[in-house]
């Protein structure tokens, strides 16, 4: 089997890191969560007051890129990564909330994207790895071998999104979710740098109507056409 470089891209909420993540676990490949990068840089502007009501320093965050380093590492026990920022494991605290507020104003910086962008394709490097994120198979592994693009109707992810947040104890409210789906659809898709888009050569996997088996097994059988190749 040739070892081969796997981007998987997305609207949010789609299971893109579910998918992503069983996928490497089953053809032992490393996987890699784009997204958390950007969570990260986030959360270090929080952290050194560079975010204040909303607004970002964009010179001080500039001059800060070189002193931001990200890594990742796996939980012993569960296997999961953790995503380590300064050597320190923030995996929950760029989950919460308030980076999820502020990470798109951040992901949305040019010169943010171009140093995560480097390092994300140091990772890529050795190959053997599955990616996901908003931007991999356009911009960050143009030349990736197989590219997959996730999307199922917002309705489906918003109801997802409502599951969730019942099974965790919350009494959300759907119609709010599905206009807050739908807006951040409409961000990712019409930001000037690196939007959201197909890549010409992905394949194209709406997974509204699929099981979570039945997506593993479909994403196998697209690996193993091209790594058996
Ligand atoms: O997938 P996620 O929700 O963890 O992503 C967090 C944010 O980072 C979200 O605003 C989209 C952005 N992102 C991006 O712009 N490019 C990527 N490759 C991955 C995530």
Same mark, same amino acid.
Request: hydrophobic share 40%; proline share 1%.
């Given at each position: 089997?040739?070892?081969?470089?796997?981007?998987?891209?997305?609207?949010?909420?789609?299971?893109?890191?579910?998918?992503?993540?069983? !996928?490497?676990?089953?053809?032992?490949? !490393?996987?890699?969560?784009?997204?958390?990068?950007?969570?990260?840089?986030?959360?270090?502007?929080?952290?050194?007051?560079?975010?204040?009501?909303?607004?970002?320093?964009?010179?001080?965050? /500039?001059?800060?890129?070189?002193?931001?380093?990200?890594?990742?590492?796996?939980?012993?026990?569960?296997?999961?990564?953790?995503?380590?920022?300064?050597?320190?494991? #923030?995996?929950?605290?760029?989950?919460?909330?308030?980076?999820? =507020?502020?990470?798109?104003? #951040?992901?949305?910086?040019?010169?943010? /994207?171009?140093?995560?962008?480097?390092? =994300?394709?140091?990772?890529?490097?050795?190959?053997?790895?599955?990616?996901?994120?908003?931007?991999?198979?356009?911009?960050?592994?143009?030349?990736?071998?197989?590219?997959?693009?996730?999307?199922?109707?917002?309705? #489906?992810?918003?109801?997802?999104?409502?599951?969730?947040?019942?099974?965790?104890?919350?009494?959300?409210?759907?119609?709010?979710?599905? *206009?807050?789906? #739908?807006? /951040?659809?409409?961000?990712?898709?019409?930001?000037?740098?690196?939007?959201?888009?197909?890549?010409?050569?992905?394949?194209?996997?709406?997974?509204?109507?699929?099981?979570?088996?039945?997506?593993?097994?479909?994403?196998?059988?697209?690996?193993?056409?091209? *790594?058996?190749?």
């Amino acid at each position: 089997m040739k070892k081969i470089v796997i981007a998987i891209d997305g609207f949010s909420s789609c299971g893109k890191s579910t998918m992503a993540k069983a !996928l490497a676990r089953n053809i032992g490949y !490393l996987y890699f969560d784009s997204g958390a990068m950007y969570r990260a840089v986030a959360l270090y502007c929080m952290q050194n007051g560079i975010i204040a009501n909303g607004e970002i320093d964009t010179e001080r965050l /500039r001059a800060a890129m070189d002193n931001i380093k990200i890594t990742f590492g796996t939980d012993e026990e569960t296997k999961a990564q953790i995503t380590f920022l300064n050597d320190t494991n #923030v995996e929950s605290e760029i989950r919460s909330l308030e980076v999820s =507020q502020q990470v798109s104003r #951040v992901a949305a910086l040019d010169f943010v /994207r171009t140093a995560l962008i480097d390092q =994300q394709r140091e990772m890529g490097k050795a190959k053997g790895i599955v990616m996901d994120g908003r931007d991999i198979g356009t911009t960050v592994f143009p030349d990736a071998e197989l590219k997959i693009f996730v999307t199922a109707s917002a309705e #489906v992810r918003a109801r997802r999104r409502y599951d969730e947040l019942v099974a965790r104890g919350s009494n959300p409210d759907y119609s709010e979710i599905l *206009a807050n789906v #739908v807006e /951040r659809d409409h961000l990712d898709q019409t930001r000037e740098v690196s939007p959201l888009r197909k890549a010409d050569d992905a394949l194209l996997l709406d997974n509204s109507e699929m099981t979570i088996d039945g997506q593993l097994q479909w994403l196998c059988e697209q690996y193993k056409k091209i *790594a058996e190749q």
